[in-house]
T-cell receptor, first 116, second 113 residues
Framework: EAQVTQNPRYLITVTGKKLTVTCSQN?????MSWYRQDPGLGLRQIYY???????DKGDVPEGYKVSRKEKRNFPLILESPSPNQTSLYFC???????????????FGEGSRLTVL | AQSVAQPEDQVNVAEGNPLTVKCTYS??????LFWYVQYPNRGLQFLLK??????LVKGSYGFEAEFNKSQTSFHLKKPSALVSDSALYFC???????????FGAGTTVTVRA
């Protein structure tokens, strides 16, 4: 089954404790992206990757890091989480390299993060 | 800069009545437009898209949307709503020469029995 898998789905942590949210897709998509969803703000892009070893900042990259060492994986790293990073996070992938494709995004089920 | 506006936070309709969720956009160049739906505790699911061609596009679950270039709108419609259509709906846009997809704030649809 074609899917985007995120882990963990739920996480409660404390300020400053490093954490990683993993994302994996099995559709051989070049483009992957991370979004955060907050009430009234919709989805805002954190980071994206056009292909392996190519990453770039989205609209709200502060406090986050990413890496793309393999095509299928795109982990989101919070080096020192703060309460304002409490949010619902979504990983997504898309066939084709960004604007070169007309396809839609495929989303993971989401990871709800609470930072105390 | 591109942007999407969904002017209604909530839409409430009775089952069997028509459903409309509004979306207007701003983008450089030709728009690629999308609608996604999010059910509780789930990720976003693709409903339909407009890339080019016929202004009326049909998608999943009986939904359709009409692209109106002069009004820069892409309203989502369903002729007869179901209780199971109750969800959060997002409109999204990107330019034909751009990689980035911008989302609206979302509209919560409630269909009462």
């Amino acid at each position: 089954e074609a899917q985007v898998t995120q882990n963990p789905r739920y996480l409660i942590t404390v300020t400053g404790k490093k954490l990683t949210v993993t994302c994996s897709q099995n559709m051989n998509h070049e483009y992957m992206s991370w979004y955060r969803q907050d009430p009234g703000l919709g989805l805002r892009q954190i980071y994206y990757s056009m292909n392996v070893e190519v990453t770039d900042k989205g609209d709200v990259p502060e406090g986050y890091k990413v890496s793309r060492k393999e095509k299928r994986n795109f982990p989101l790293i919070l080096e020192s989480p703060s309460p304002n990073q409490t949010s619902l996070y979504f990983c997504a992938s898309q066939p084709g390299q960004g604007w070169m494709g007309t396809g839609e995004l495929f989303f993971g089920e989401g990871s709800r993060l609470t930072v105390l | 800069a591109q942007s999407v506006a969904q002017p209604e936070d909530q839409v409430n309709v009775a089952e069997g009545n028509p459903l409309t969720v509004k979306c207007t956009y701003s983008v450089s160049g030709n728009p690629y437009l999308f609608w996604y739906v999010q059910y509780p505790n789930r990720g976003l699911q693709f409903l339909l898209k407009y890339i080019t061609g016929d202004n009326l596009v049909k998608g999943s679950y009986g939904f359709e949307a009409e692209f109106n270039k002069s009004q820069t709108s892409f309203h989502l419609k369903k002729p007869s709503a179901l209780v199971s259509d109750s969800a959060l709906y997002f409109c999204a846009v990107r330019g034909s020469n751009d990689y980035k997809l911008s989302f609206g704030a979302g509209t919560t649809v409630t269909v009462r029995a």
